[in-house]
């Protein structure tokens, strides 16, 4: 039976994207508040109901030496980090569709299981500071709040091809990681067999 539930992380606009291998057991989801209480002396204490804080989701999981790449999941969620923009995450089936931070990620490998990514994440709700403008109406101040996008584009890189290049070899010193030379292919619409040439632009993934 194929589950209706698939989670996916995204990035850069939609350009990158992680589709999760395996759903985790269980998503722990943590909402706290900021309410704050006082005693106010004769009416004893009363509670100041502020806005609530960011929402944390965090989830175990596996990353499938037989169905994904791993370290190439691994080395993309480590390039989002450093990006230090925010990532979309989507559950179909639920109602979970929120930009968040990356706080924590870690992975290991375990005997039996040699090749496979166990890894751990923690993702905290990215709320897009709003800003207040006040306009002035025949001697009324009205406030109006306005909301803008998350916008998690970054910056595209490029490199000049230079002579005895390959996808290979500009995956790895670019990159970090050879085997993300497909993907260097697929931004620039080069298809096998993946000719490249000297001065030739490419794009970078992020």
């Known amino acids: 039976m194929i589950s209706k539930y698939k989670m996916y992380l995204t990035f850069n606009n939609e350009r990158s994207k992680i589709t999760l291998p395996q759903l985790p057991e269980k998503i722990e ?5 900021n309410n704050k209480s006082v005693d106010v002396v004769g009416l004893g204490e009363v509670v100041i109901i502020s806005d609530r804080p960011a929402i944390t989701i965090s989830f175990d999981s596996v990353f499938p030496s037989e169905s994904c790449d791993p370290q190439a999941n691994a080395d ?15 559950v ?13 990620f870690s992975y290991y490998e375990q005997g039996g299981d040699v090749g496979s990514f166990y890894y751990s994440i923690s993702l905290k709700e990215y709320r897009k500071p709003t ?24 910056k ?7 002579s005895g290049d390959c996808l290979y070899n500009i995956a790895k ?3 970090g990681n050879a085997n993300r030379w497909k993907e260097i292919a697929s931004l620039n619409g ?5 000719y490249i040439y000297s001065n030739q632009v490419l794009k970078l993934p992020g």
């Open 29 to 33: 989801v943590t909402q706290g508040t």
């Open 76 to 90: 993309k969620i480590e390039s989002w980090i450093k990006a230090k923009k925010p990532v979309h995450l989507i």
């Open 92 to 104: 179909s089936g639920v109602d979970i569709n929120m930009f968040c931070s990356i706080e924590n």
């Open 173 to 175: 010193s670019q990159l």
């Open 131 to 154: 800003v207040r403008s006040i306009k002035i109406k025949k001697k009324k101040a009205v406030v109006q709040t306005l909301s803008a996008r998350v916008d998690n584009r970054i």
């Open 156 to 162: 595209s890189k490029t490199y000049t091809v230079k």
């Open 190 to 194: 080069i298809k096998s067999p993946y």
